[in-house]
């Protein structure tokens, strides 16, 4: 059930300055909404954290192609075995991830990051600093966990 993206405030004139994505800029509610100020500011959170997880995957690839693990312990392989069981599901949590980060990167060049897909409403820029791949207000997630229960309950 998508909703069309709001219009973008263009009225106001932006400066190179206002571009300048220095570490100290937060988003802030005084601000036009989803501006394009926020909108590179949360473009940036995005690329950053999927490059982290791209990072650390890769870490993980080259602990795998160094080849099987030797212990010589039963005990040990098996403590082993357990942690590379955890390391996977992991990873498999972070490709995940990925995909709603690659979501969240399209919405945002669709015109439609940060903006409720039930309510059409904006969700809190507080709640997107939090959760940068936030799809629905806080109180619309609340009322689809709810309903989520109530269905799994039955």
Known sequence: MG??????D???ETSAA???LNDSY??????PFMNDRQLRYFEKQLVDWKNGILAESQGTLNQLQDGP?????????AS??????IELRTR???RKLIGKIEAALRR???????YCQVTGEPISLARLRARPIATMTLEAQERHERQERVSRDD
Do not use: C, H
């Open 26 to 31: 937060v988003p802030g509610d005084e601000e």
């Open 18 to 20: 206002d571009f300048d």
């Open 92 to 94: 498999d949590r972070q």
């Open 108 to 114: 945002i060049t669709d015109g439609e990051y940060g």
């Open 69 to 77: 693990m030797r212990e010589p312990d039963l005990n040990d392989r």
């Open 80 to 85: 082993s075995e357990t942690d590379w069981s």
């Open 3 to 8: 909703v069309s993206a709001k219009p973008q």
């Open 10 to 12: 263009t009225t106001s």
